[in-house]
C-alpha cells in the first residue's frame, strides 16, 4: 500500500524502476489498425539475432499480405534487444498483450500446449475495433509524453 497525494502516482519519486530482462516461453507479434498479425511463440531466451531472425521471417510476408506501401512505420517497444537508446515505450501492441492476458482469465488451460491454443485463439479472434482503438490513441499518448516532459504516463 502506498500512501501519496492525488494525481502524483506517476511522479518519479512515487514510480519503482523495473529491468526487462529474458525470460523462457516468450511470444512475439504483429498489428495493425484491422487488427493482429503474424504471432510466434518463441522456446528459448530471446536475444539480438533470435529477434532479428523473428523479424527476417515475418515482418516481411506480412507487409505483403497486407499490402502496404514501402514506407510504413514499423514500432518496436523498449525491450534493450530492440533498441539501444532510451524513449519513452509507446508501442500498442503491449496493450494488445494485456488484453490476452485478461481475456486468458476466462479459459483454463491445463499445460503448455494447452496455453498456446488459448493464445492463439484469443489472438486470432481480436475484434477490428480493439486494435482501431489502440492505433487512434496514438496522438493521445504522445501530447501525454509531451506534456510529462518525457516523463511517465498513463499510457
Known sequence: ???????????????????????????????????????????????KMGYLNILKHNLQAFVDKLGLPRDYWFQKDNDPKHTAFVSPDLNLIEHLWWEVKNRLKNKNPKNKAELRMAIKEIWENFPSSVTINRVESMSRRLQAVLDAKGGHTKY
Open 1 to 47: 500500500m502506498v500512501w501519496r497525494k492525488s494525481g502524483t502516482e506517476l511522479q518519479p519519486q512515487n514510480l519503482v524502476p523495473t529491468v526487462k530482462h529474458g525470460g523462457g516461453n516468450q511470444m512475439w507479434g504483429s498489428m495493425v489498425a484491422s487488427g493482429p498479425g503474424t504471432m510466434e511463440f518463441i522456446d528459448s531466451t530471446m536475444n
